[in-house]
């Protein structure tokens, strides 16, 4: 069996990149994940994400991109998505990464493209949050969201329950009152900074979704994992928490069936929905995090 750190590094392979780019969306497996790739493409599985009750958050796909002219352009893309949700009646926010809007290349360069998206989104109403990517830009992300906090309330962030920091970090952040999203984590890390076992993992994500569920404001508690969903239903309704002051989130494509049980049993659900043609890091994680989604891929490969 193929591990995850094994899928993650193939992932950085040209040849396979390459490959992958060429047939992902043609052979359909990557359709399972990514929604479409124009925004034009996701209104309708939005659409019917709504009509079952569930809000979406559409991350439009993009990361470490290493020009300052492509992270412009991608601050300007949100404003135009604002406007297309805006205009399309949708139920849903919005999710980005800061190193798709030039954080590999300079801190405030990444920050004057947030403070840009941010102005356009509150035009809006809107909401955006901002996911965590590897622990190489935890510090930094957690950093310039406090900045943007300073001016900003429409603006949230992510936490990852494999690093050590993370229970410092949510206790700042409900200091501050911010949003948080509480996540496993999805990238490889070294055992430096990030519990290395699953049950070490799951036992912090316990501790921390129980802390926000406590003193959060609206967490969104994100996994497809039964026993994490079980625990934070069990402790929210110990602790008196009504389920409209927390929200459970998956991502577009995996557990369709616990996302319509849970919306069924009066929960709210928000399907992460990503789009766009950058989808290969994102793809690869996901086929990262479940191996056995690689039968899924030969099987479309094979059928055609
Ligand atoms: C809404 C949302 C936003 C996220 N944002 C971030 C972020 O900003 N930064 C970040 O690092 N990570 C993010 N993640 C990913 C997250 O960190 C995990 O990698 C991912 O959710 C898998 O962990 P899990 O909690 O589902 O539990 P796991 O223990 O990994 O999985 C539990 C069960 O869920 C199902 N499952 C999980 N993953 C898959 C898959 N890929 N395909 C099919 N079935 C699967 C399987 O049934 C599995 O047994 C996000 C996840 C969600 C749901």
Redesign the pocket.
């Known amino acids: 069996m193929l591990s995850r750190s094994l899928l993650l590094r193939m992932a950085a392979s040209p040849q396979i990149e390459r490959f992958v780019k060429r047939n992902g969306m043609s052979a359909g497996f990557a359709r399972r994940?990514v929604a479409g790739e124009t925004m034009e493409e996701v209104v309708a599985p939005m659409r019917a994400l709504n009509e079952r009750g569930m809000s979406v958050?559409l991350d439009y796909l993009g990361e470490n991109v290493t020009r300052a002219e492509e992270a412009a352009g991608a601050a300007e893309y949100y404003g135009r998505l604002f406007r297309f949700i805006d205009a399309n009646r949708l139920d849903a926010n919005v999710?980005l990464?800061l190193t798709q809007l030039g954080l590999d290349i300079d801190n405030s360069l990444a920050y004057q493209n947030m403070r840009r998206i941010l102005d356009e989104a509150r035009r809006y109403d809107q909401f955006v949050?901002?996911?965590?990517?590897?622990s190489a830009y935890t510090a930094r992300t957690v950093q310039l969201f406090e900045c943007l906090w300073a001016d900003y309330k429409n603006v949230g962030v992510?936490i990852?329950?494999?690093l050590y920091r993370s229970r410092q970090d949510i206790e700042r952040l409900i200091e501050l009152g911010a949003r948080v999203?509480l996540?496993?984590?999805?990238?490889s890390e070294p055992k430096e900074v990030a519990f290395a076992h699953?049950a070490d993992?799951?036992a912090n994500?316990l501790r921390l979704m129980k802390t926000l569920l406590k003193q959060g404001r609206y967490p969104?508690i994100?996994?497809?994992?039964?026993?994490?969903i079980g625990a934070t239903r069990e402790y929210a309704q110990e602790a008196g928490i009504p389920r409209d002051a927390f929200e459970f989130?998956?991502?577009y494509?995996?557990?369709r069936d616990l996302q319509r049980s849970l919306v069924r049993e009066g929960y709210r659900m928000?399907?992460?929905v990503p789009f766009g043609t950058q989808w290969y890091g994102y793809l690869m994680?996901?086929?990262?995090?479940?191996p056995?989604?690689l039968g899924f891929v030969l099987k479309n490969l094979l059928r055609r």
């Open positions: 994940f958050s999710s990464k949050r901002i996911d965590m990517e590897g992510v990852q329950a494999y999203r996540c496993k984590g999805a990238y699953k993992v799951d994500y969104a994100a996994t497809h994992d039964e026993a994490m989130q998956m991502l494509g995996i557990r928000r399907v992460y994680r996901r086929l990262a995090e479940r056995a989604n």
